[in-house]
């Protein structure tokens, strides 16, 4: 499959142990929020998102924090599997248009 | 299911030759957007358009350009492909509203030789 990036940093956790990936933005006047997985081979896909009037999200297994104060986002992942083992991509909006600017990437392995 | 698709998924070119991908989404979403993704600088935008007969282009547009004649579909050309224009091409689509998520392709991988 492709690589998306052999220098992306990279996060090693144990299968089953809680993974977190971490994301700063730079403009204080994002206010919508989302992070994708990217498989080898295949196209982002959505995980979760926020919006600035949050602070905290959870979906299944997945839960995204935000703290505006000093602009970093994370993405927590509970219990992780083999099938967790991707790129995530912080992605944030900006303004009223409906572009969003994509971070470069953390390489999640996750080791059995 | 709706769905997202392009094509080719992979295509080999030669330096100066048009070269058209075709992006086709069936969510019925008014926005679409072109992103190229190469090592060490995540993806970029390309062109992105709002609706049937609107085109923008975005941070790295030089070289290619969209037309959007439906709602379905956003093909992206390459004028005259350069080796610099080597890269994984992915499409994605959103909803009409400014703060919407957006769904990929599954992405055309490109050599220009």
């Known amino acids: 499959g492709e690589s998306v990036g052999l220098h992306l940093p990279t996060l090693s956790v144990q299968e089953g142990d809680n993974s977190i990936i971490n994301c700063a933005y730079s403009n204080s006047a994002s206010d919508y929020f989302i992070w994708y997985k990217q498989e080898s081979g295949k196209g982002p896909q959505f995980i979760i998102d926020i919006r600035s009037n949050m602070d905290k999200r959870q979906g299944q297994r997945v839960t995204v924090l935000l703290n505006k104060t000093v602009k970093h986002l994370s993405l927590q992942i509970a219990a992780t599997q083999p099938g967790d083992s991707a790129v995530y991509f912080c992605a944030e909006n900006t303004g009223t248009a409906s572009k969003l600017t994509f971070g470069t990437g953390t390489r999640l392995q996750v080791t059995l | 299911d709706a769905e997202i698709t392009q094509s080719p998924r992979h295509k080999i070119t030669e330096t100066g030759r048009q070269v058209t991908l075709a992006c086709h989404q069936t969510?019925?979403?008014?926005?679409m957007f072109w992103y190229r993704q190469d090592l060490g600088h995540g993806l970029r935008l390309i062109h992105y358009s709002y609706g049937v007969q609107d085109t923008n282009k975005g941070e790295v547009s030089d070289g290619y350009s969209v037309s959007r004649s439906n709602t379905e579909d956003l093909p992206l050309t390459l004028e005259s492909a350069a080796s610099s224009q080597t890269s994984v091409y992915f499409c994605?689509?959103?909803?009409?509203?400014?703060?919407?998520?957006?769904?990929f392709g599954p992405g055309t991988r490109l050599l220009v030789l």
């Open positions: 994605a689509s959103s909803e009409s509203s400014h703060k919407e998520t957006q769904y």
């Open positions: 969510w019925n979403h008014n926005n």
